[in-house]
């Protein structure tokens, strides 16, 4: 910027420089007792035969309180503290490739079973129409039906034999479709195993529960919306703790309408 202002002849003020657009972080606010977990205590442990530099700091607690406030979640970085305890990798290009092929292999799983369900709904509304139209019609439907027994009896199709050569020849053609799914298995509990995660507690506070949701679905949510969503997940908390709980908070900001989201946002 300084060089080509220096090779141009301009009379008057020079314009404004264009500073590159101010970059929105979203700030997570934690209680002293997010900082006891654990696991964050784990990494502060000092132990006086390591030297100084790979021994815990106080700067990496509320990293670590953090990522376990908000866990399961994946630490990337070089400070040697976390990647010493198994919280955190630090070449991270093989992290985002393995996080990016373990969400389209769980993409492609769902997309598979919406497909399913919509096809089993449309076989069940068409063979309930059919049902529906036999009973209006039981002659005609008789008729039909007996028709088309004695053409595959003609035709040979209600033979033994034929049936047994059919099912083997729809078996044989599942067998790939069957080592595709168990490839895709496989491979998605391998990237699971290999990303190393900090782990929630096995018996998650209310608090941690609607910070996780919150910083998952990226919108803001009533206490009653938070509710349902978490009882889907099979956890049972009632709109009032919820919202209780949250306002006790700091990591929870509240907004017009009984909305809370985690974090609040910051340029830098």
Known sequence: MLEAWSNTSVSGPLPPPKWPPARTFRVV?????????PQTRHILRVDREMPLKYRGDPDDAPTMALAEFLGPCVIVTQDSVFSR???????????????????????????ALVFIDLALRLLGAGAHRLVVLAARNPLPTTAAVAGLLWWCYRR????????RRRLSRV???TVPLLELGNAAMTEHQTLSDSLLVVEPPAYPT?????????????????????????????HTVSAARLKRDMLAHRAFVSAPGDLFTIGRLAQG
């Open 156 to 163: 040979g199709y209600l033979a033994r034999d034929n049936w």
């Open 171 to 173: 078996g044989e053609a």
């Open 85 to 111: 305890f198994g919280f955190a990798v630090i070449e991270w290009i093989p992290v985002a490739q393995n996080l990016l092929r373990l969400a389209g292999l769980e993409a492609t799983a769902a997309n």
């Open 206 to 234: 209310s608090e941690q529960l609607a910070a996780r949701h919150l910083a998952r679905c990226g919108r803001p949510l009533t206490p009653g919306e938070l509710r349902d969503a978490l009882a889907h997940r099979g």
């Open 29 to 37: 606010d934690l209680e002293i007792r997010d900082h006891l977990s």
